[in-house]
């Protein structure tokens, strides 16, 4: 079995219950830039931890800083609209919205990066593109309101981010250091929410701000360990199958999210979870 599949497997976990944790700060009401702030600065910590004990090597400080400008200010902003879409919108319907991200990669990856797929990947990449269609056609059929709309612009919001930020972190695997890159992103992305943090005080914040503060450190520990595979998986992997398997991270969300908060799995949405479950498997080979 590759390497890059298992990396894949642990990244799909790992960010996947971190995941799962917005869920959780959106129910609890947390500030979504208080929780984001926190949850950057621990990965900020861990990754320059790891990068001193490591004893690691800078290979271009000039692109380190360029992928890490790009990946930090698309990744946060990408968080703060999905915790923003959990507001108004269930979880078993933002997050697979929001892989939609993978469509933008996956074409990038083909069209710049020639990855060559087998035939058994093709149709795993076409039952991921059958859970979206699914979901999307349930959302269709509903009447939303005004707050779910704002919810949905918060995830196109989220999908054009997330895409941006995936393309950086292939670049920056392939480039420069990992532990570097990570430390360095994560401190841009500390004060980049550090900002929105100011620009939103205008209106008062509201929410339980020491459960933000939990919550962020929690997200920030999976993230670290989950974030280091991922860009191991995508130093050797194809891109756009590693997108794919960490894309469908949003089941254990899903999952996560019925068990502790009851949310109904109607009949489309058991279907995508399969779909997702199958594309996974397919993309093995």
């Keep these: 079995m590759a390497s890059w599949y298992l990396y894949s497997i642990a990244a799909l976990l790992l960010l996947g219950s971190q995941r799962f944790l917005y ?6 009401g947390c500030n979504s830039v208080l929780t984001t702030t ?23 400080p000039t692109l380190l800083v360029i992928w890490s400008l790009v990946n930090s200010t698309t990744f946060s902003a990408a968080t703060i609209f999905n915790i923003e879409a959990l507001k108004r919108l269930p979880a078993s319907v933002t997050f697979p919205l ?20 087998h035939l058994l990947q093709w149709i795993g990449m076409l039952a991921a593109f059958g859970v979206v269609a699914v979901l999307l056609g349930e959302l269709r059929h509903n009447h939303l309101s005004t707050s779910q709309l704002r919810g949905l612009w918060f995830i196109a919001a ?25 430390a360095l992103t994560y401190f841009f992305a500390t004060i980049f929410s550090l900002l929105i943090s100011l620009r939103w005080k205008k209106s008062p914040a509201k929410g339980n ?6 919550l962020g450190l929690i997200m920030g520990l ?24 960490t894309g469908m ?5 899903i999952l996560l999210s019925v068990l502790f908060y009851r949310e109904q799995l109607s ?5 995508a979870i399969i779909l997702a479950l199958l594309a996974v498997v397919f993309m093995k080979q």
């Design 267 to 271: 009949r489309p949405r058991v279907v």
């Design 98 to 117: 929001t892989r939609l991200t993978m469509v933008l990669v996956i074409l990038f990856s083909l069209s710049y990066f020639g990855d060559q797929l």
């Design 222 to 245: 999976l993230n670290f360990v989950g974030f280091f595979a991922l860009l191991n998986a995508m130093e050797t992997g194809p891109l756009s199958a590693v997108v794919l398997i």
């Design 209 to 214: 701000n020491k459960a933000a503060i939990t």
């Design 158 to 182: 989220n999908i054009g981010c997330a895409a941006l930020s995936s393309i950086s972190c292939k670049f920056a695997a392939m480039q420069t250091d990992k532990a570097a890159f990570m």
């Design 38 to 60: 926190v949850f950057m600065a621990t990965v900020t910590l861990f990754s320059t931890i790891a990068f001193f004990i490591n004893a690691s090597t800078v290979r271009n």
């Design 249 to 253: 991270q949003f089941i254990i969300a």
């Design 23 to 28: 869920k959780v700060a959106a129910e609890r």
